[in-house]
């Protein structure tokens, strides 16, 4: 008579492997996991347009100077861009999908207020809590968008800074509605695709690998400052000075200068025109990035920006000339930056998120806070004036990047 044999129970699975087993169940394709993570790039940096669009109007209706004007420019580039390295050790240490997903979650909470203040004093610590969403989110986020290509590392950090250059060229535009409108007390419902998708980036994205060992990333590392990452954030610095001068100081360059309404559209149209072909100038030359050298690339467009930026200054506000100029430099001022957020990765593999919050966060968030002093030379020689003076930093800015770049490319030829 045939014995019967009682097969052993499965074993339990642990709170660890269910995890993982839910987590591969909601596994989405890489493609999804690019469109995931630009669409939530683009609502974490809409509110830095919406920002600068409400510039002039904030002037108004507090009646504060310029200088205040660039205190509120400084205070959400501090938080959201100069504490982006430490950030982003953070997610090299704990996790990226966490880290990502709860900084846009952040952000969209709060700075979906900033129209709806009452006053400078509760602003200021508005912008400062805010930005450290912001902070949270772009270098572990990078590091997810880079993954998840693959291959094209140049294109894939092209398309993923696009969007957020995308979402600032909406700001403008969406809160300006608001303004028009009267709508602006409505303007917090902005947090709800953010804090959406927030939670789908952590829902749907895989966890990356994290870095064990004696070569594992710290909270804080010196040697990226002293070595070709932190001569790349240098010549960073120096390129997003132009980029965060044009962006604020147009506005009130337009308003002050050219006797245009707060409300006119041509305002809330020049710095969307700007910053979203800047997202096309820097997808066009992640396309490029293999033609040509990085070196090439990068100084060439830094190069040519002064030619519209000065070109705008000149022209008449609203005509086809200006437009064209405006786009030219938008163009040309930010084409370079997947290029160089790119080098600066392939010179730290060991710490790809921090380089990454170096090149995205501090470089920008430096420039920043050095716009209070631009906002001290608005007041003390004039608008104009101060606008031409931001062109300048573009050139000592491209012969830095030029002489990293390239003592990088030999390195790599060896």
């Not at 609203?318 to 930010?334: C, D, Q, S």
Request: hydrophobic fraction near 55%; aromatic fraction near 8%; glycine fraction near 10%.
């Amino acid at each position: 008579m045939a014995r019967t044999t009682l097969s052993e129970p499965a074993p339990l699975e642990s709170p660890t492997q269910r995890a993982h087993r839910r987590r591969s169940r909601l596994a989405v394709g890489s493609g999804a996991i690019a469109l995931l993570l630009f669409f939530a790039h683009f609502f974490n940096d809409l509110f830095s347009g919406t920002l600068a669009a409400l510039l002039p109007s904030l002037q108004i209706r507090f009646g504060v100077s310029e200088l205040t004007l660039a205190l509120f420019v400084a205070c959400l580039s501090f938080s959201s861009s100069v504490l982006q390295p430490l950030f982003g050790a953070a997610a090299d240490r704990f996790g990226h999908r966490l880290v990502a997903a709860t900084g846009v979650i952040v952000s969209s909470s709060i700075l979906s207020l900033i129209a709806i203040m009452p006053s400078p004093l509760w602003l200021v610590p508005l912008l400062l809590l805010g930005g450290l969403g912001s902070a949270a989110y772009h270098p572990a986020a990078t590091t997810l968008a880079r993954r998840a290509a693959s291959s094209k590392g140049g294109l894939a950090l092209a398309v993923f800074s696009a969007g957020g250059t995308i979402g600032l060229s909406f700001g403008p535009l969406v809160i300006g509605f608001f303004l028009i409108r009267g709508w602006l007390a409505y303007s917090p419902v902005l947090m709800i695709p953010g804090i959406v998708l927030g939670a789908l980036i952590y829902l749907l994205t895989p966890p990356v690998p994290q870095q064990t060992g004696a070569r594992r990333a710290k909270v804080f590392d010196v040697d990226l400052f002293r070595g070709p990452v932190g001569q790349l954030c240098l010549a960073g610095v120096l390129r997003s000075i132009a980029w965060v001068s044009m962006i604020n100081g147009a506005p009130l360059w337009l308003v002050n200068t050219k006797g245009l309404a707060a409300t006119d559209p041509i305002v809330f149209w020049t710095i969307t025109v700007f910053t979203f072909s800047g997202a096309a100038g820097g997808i066009l030359i992640g396309a490029i990035e293999n033609r040509f050298s990085r070196q090439f690339l990068v100084t060439g467009t830094m190069l040519l920006a002064t030619v519209p930026l000065a070109v705008l200054l000149l022209s008449q506000p609203g005509t086809v000339l200006y437009f064209v100029a405006v786009a030219f430099a938008g163009i040309l001022a930010n084409g370079g930056l997947p290029i160089m957020v790119l080098a600066a990765q392939d010179a730290a593999p060991h710490a790809v998120a921090t380089a990454s919050g170096m090149m995205m966060g501090l470089t920008w968030g430096t420039a920043g806070l050095l716009y209070l002093v631009v906002g001290a030379v608005q007041e003390a020689i004039g608008m104009s004036a101060a606008m031409w003076l931001s062109v300048v930093p573009l050139l000592p800015g491209a012969l830095v990047a030029y002489r990293v770049l390239r003592r990088l490319q030999a390195a790599e030829r060896r």
